[in-house]
């Protein structure tokens, strides 16, 4: 029987998909982007989850936001519910690329309070751009939750998706001005400071803030 040749061609390209060079990774992921096809996209899922190189990673969420959101949504909503970190940051940041609000229920209170943090960033990326209108002040509320966790990195991106919902953010965040822990007031008031002036700079808003809560507590720095 004679196998036809796009068929031959695909498995070569999917056999790529696992080679041992990232730049042949990385080449196969942009032939499928290139030419999309249904049967690709479960193969680009799987090597997402454990992909080891950023770049090839990018490539291949790129190559599955190619493909039809009827085709790719099922897989992704499955892997944010893997038990592998990387398989629910992946496919939180291809959803988040994808934009489709279908996938919005599938952005639990407990992905957006991941233990990984790279889950929780990967999470709350895809929130602010999935949330639909009317839902932003519950979203920012259990944001807020999150205030003060982690490192620099960790709480810049939490301090940008708080401030891309804009103004509903700021009952939620004056409230956490008066929780007991000073990594949250800080945060708090540091991320109302980039609401206020997106150029004042994160460090320089943490510093800011850290200083604020120091001398005193929250809420001086609105006088």
Same mark, same amino acid.
Do not use: C, N, Y
């Given at each position: 029987?004679?196998? $036809? *040749?796009?068929? +031959?061609?695909?498995?070569?390209?999917?056999? *790529?998909?696992?080679?041992?060079?990232?730049?042949? =990774?990385?080449?196969?992921?942009?032939?499928?982007?290139?030419?999309?096809? $249904?049967? @690709?996209?479960?193969?680009?899922?799987?090597?997402?989850?454990?992909?080891?190189? @950023? @770049?090839?990673?990018?490539?291949?969420?790129?190559?599955?936001? =190619?493909?039809?959101?009827?085709?790719?949504?099922?897989?992704?909503?499955?892997?944010?519910?893997?038990?592998?970190?990387?398989? =629910?940051?992946?496919?939180?940041? +291809?959803?988040?690329?994808?934009?489709? *609000?279908?996938?919005? $229920?599938?952005?639990?209170?407990?992905?957006?309070? %991941?233990? %990984?943090?790279?889950?929780?960033?990967?999470?709350?990326?895809?929130?602010?751009?999935?949330?639909?209108?009317?839902?932003?002040?519950?979203?920012?509320?259990?944001?807020?939750?999150?205030?003060? =966790?982690?490192?620099?990195?960790?709480?810049?991106?939490?301090?940008?998706?708080?401030?891309?919902?804009?103004?509903?953010?700021?009952?939620?965040?004056?409230?956490?001005?008066?929780?007991?822990?000073?990594?949250?007031?800080?945060?708090?008031?540091? +991320?109302?400071?980039?609401? *206020?002036?997106?150029?004042?700079?994160? %460090? @320089?808003?943490?510093?800011?803030?850290?200083?604020?809560?120091?001398?005193?507590?929250?809420?001086?720095?609105?006088?």
């Amino acid at each position: 029987m004679t196998i $036809p *040749r796009q068929d +031959t061609d695909a498995v070569r390209v999917l056999q *790529r998909l696992e080679d041992s060079r990232p730049s042949v =990774r990385l080449r196969a992921a942009m032939t499928i982007g290139t030419t999309p096809d $249904p049967r @690709f996209v479960d193969k680009l899922i799987e090597r997402s989850a454990i992909e080891p190189e @950023f @770049f090839v990673r990018d490539m291949l969420t790129w190559a599955l936001t =190619r493909h039809p959101v009827s085709v790719t949504l099922p897989g992704l909503l499955r892997e944010v519910r893997s038990e592998r970190p990387q398989a =629910r940051s992946q496919a939180l940041h +291809t959803l988040s690329k994808i934009g489709d *609000r279908q996938a919005w $229920p599938a952005i639990t209170r407990t992905l957006l309070s %991941d233990a %990984d943090d790279e889950v929780a960033r990967s999470a709350w990326r895809a929130a602010v751009v999935l949330v639909p209108e009317g839902e932003e002040s519950a979203l920012a509320t259990v944001l807020a939750t999150q205030l003060g =966790r982690g490192e620099r990195e960790t709480r810049l991106s939490l301090s940008r998706a708080l401030v891309a919902l804009g103004e509903v953010i700021v009952p939620a965040l004056r409230s956490a001005t008066m929780a007991p822990d000073p990594r949250t007031r800080a945060h708090s008031l540091a +991320t109302q400071r980039l609401l *206020r002036d997106p150029d004042a700079g994160f %460090d @320089f808003a943490i510093e800011e803030a850290k200083r604020v809560v120091a001398l005193g507590g929250p809420g001086q720095e609105e006088r």
